[in-house]
């Protein structure tokens, strides 16, 4: 028999869930969800600001920076809209 609990904490940037298992040996997980604007660092274990000419919406399942369209870019860090992908201006 496995009992499984979870517990969840909401950051300003994140969610961290964790699941906590009961069987003979007990065991956690942990997930990140990061918000919109942002995408999982797993080497500094943070919510990094999605870089220029990237966004995300924030929803669920979408844990990466999705890259704007060819020929498009964003004003800055932390896109959170497609609308927010811009036409680069032609020289």
């Given at each position: 028999?496995?009992l ?10 994140a969610?961290?869930?964790m ?6 040996k ?5 997930t ?16 990094d ?20 369209q060819?020929?498009?870019?964003t ?15 032609l020289?």
């Open positions: 028999m496995c499984v609990n979870e517990f969840t904490v909401m950051t300003s940037l969610y961290y869930s699941y906590i298992a009961t069987t003979q007990s065991h956690f997980v942990f990140v969800q990061c918000g919109a604007g942002t995408q999982y660092n797993s080497v500094t274990k943070t919510c600001r999605c870089p220029v000419g990237y966004y995300n919406v924030g929803s669920v399942g979408s844990g990466q920076c999705l890259p704007c060819l020929s498009q870019t004003e800055g860090l932390g896109a959170t809209a497609v609308l927010q992908c811009r036409g680069v201006p020289d």
